[in-house]
């Protein structure tokens, strides 16, 4: 089986700082903290050949993915995905969380999580997303075995990943923590998600 790495970038901000719900918009570069995260996630890795490596446009992203491919000899080149892009918020973008749970409400933002549906006013195509997985799992079932993928991207674009795999451990958060990943474990008869929320 080809094995997939879906992580999630570092801090956009430190301790101490008031975060928003950054999303497509708004393109920060890895805070302090998560410029640590990033290192971490280098040294965690150093010892793993990866065959390709993919991100999204945005900085954070591609700050994340360089310093740990930057760690290692003959890294494969970063490649963007423009689908792994973080979801555009709409009129909560940038928002603090008080903000953004004022004007939709908690069970809005609680079914967010729970199983990604999109709050009102959100610009977000969720079967767009869950078809630009499968069609990337499907790419990665023709890879050989010990193949192993990089893939950095934003947590309203990794949620979507669990609805198009076989198989994936009960009671999984689908919320990716940054400077986190997920393992998932792709063939070309099936595609499961071996752990989630891993750090190093």
């Known amino acids: 089986m080809a094995r997939l790495i879906i992580l999630r970038h570092g801090n956009t901000f430190d301790k101490g700082?008031?975060?928003?719900?950054?999303?497509?918009?708004?393109?920060?570069?890895?805070?302090?903290?998560?410029?640590?995260?990033?290192?971490?996630?280098a040294a965690h890795f150093q010892d793993t050949a990866f065959c390709a490596a993919f991100c999204s446009p945005l900085l954070r992203t591609r700050q994340t993915a360089r310093t740990i491919l930057d760690a290692r000899p003959h890294a494969p080149a970063l490649r963007i995905l423009t689908f792994l892009t973080e979801v555009d918020y709409g009129p909560d973008e940038n928002?603090?969380?008080?903000?953004?749970?004022?004007?939709?409400?908690?069970?809005?933002?609680?079914?967010w999580d729970r199983d990604a549906t999109p709050p009102p006013g959100w610009q977000v195509d969720p079967a767009a997303l869950r078809a630009a997985w499968a069609s990337l799992l499907e790419r990665a079932s023709t890879l050989e075995a010990d193949a192993n993928v990089l893939i950095v991207t934003s947590n309203g674009i990794a949620r979507f990943l669990p609805d198009v795999v076989d198989a994936q451990p009960d009671g999984l958060d689908r919320k990716l923590k940054t400077g986190a990943w997920g393992v998932v474990d792709v063939s070309p008869d099936d595609s499961r998600i071996l752990d989630w929320n891993l750090r190093p």
């Open 95 to 111: 928002q603090t969380e008080d903000t953004v749970i004022a004007r939709i409400g908690a069970e809005a933002l609680a079914a």
């Open 17 to 41: 700082e008031t975060p928003t719900r950054v999303g497509a918009r708004t393109d920060l570069s890895l805070s302090v903290s998560g410029r640590t995260q990033a290192h971490a996630l």
